[in-house]
Each structure stands twice: as C-alpha cells, then as structure tokens.
Nanobody
Framework: VQLQASGGGSVQAGASLRLSCVVSGTRFSYSPMYWYRQPPGESRELVVASPPTGSTDYADSVQGRFTVSKGNGGKTGFLQMNSLKAEDSATYYC?????????WGQGTLVTVSS
C-alpha cells in the first residue's frame, strides 16, 4: 500500500486549497482515510477520520471549513480546505489502515499567511 499526497501551497488567509491523496494497493472505498497535520515544532494531530462507510469525524478546529471526499473509484481522497487560517499552516499527511497496519503518505506543506 502506498499513498501520495499533493496539493499544498502558500495562500492568504481566507483562501481555499484542495489536497489530494492517491492510494495504491487498497481503496478508500473499503479502507479508512485519515488526514493529519503537523505544524512546525509541534506534534502531529488528527484532522479528519473518514471510514469507508459511516460518518466522518472532523477536529473541532476545522469543523465546517474542511470537507473530505473520495473519487476515482476510491483511489483518490480529497481534503477541501476553505476559509483557511494562519493556524492551519502545517505539513498535511494522509494515512490509511490496511490489514492492521498503518500506511502514510509523504507530507504536503500548507502555508497560510495572515
């Protein structure tokens, strides 16, 4: 299983970005999709937990601003980030779990300037 995240960039506060995570070896149709972020000098935190079925959980800090979706038959996951704030600046990682093991994508950097 491999994941490839992309879509980060530098934006102004209030702007939007859409991150993508392409998965191989499984699909988000039957494996969970997680998005984490890690601000510089801080620990990694869970932003979104999206199971294959059922409801998606968002961190309070992003509730109402971030939305996950899936496309390409479950091969790609998206994190739509709206109304970005400076405190959203971080390296974002996607993760899935398959057969009891966690698989991480490489990070994609999001920088939001106020």
């Amino acid at each position: 299983v491999q994941l490839q995240a992309s879509g980060g960039g530098s934006v102004q506060a209030g702007a939007s970005l859409r991150l993508s995570c392409v998965v191989s070896g499984t699909r988000f149709s039957y494996s969970p999709m997680y998005w984490y972020r890690q601000p510089p000098g801080e620990s990694r935190e869970l932003v979104v937990a999206s199971p294959p079925t059922g409801s998606t959980d968002y961190a309070d800090s992003v509730q109402g601003r971030f939305t996950v979706s899936k496309g390409n038959g479950g091969k790609t996951g998206f994190l739509q980030m709206n109304s970005l704030k400076a405190e959203d600046s971080a390296t974002y990682y996607c993760k899935t779990t398959w057969r009891g093991s966690d698989f991480w994508g490489q990070g994609t950097l999001v920088t939001v300037s106020s």
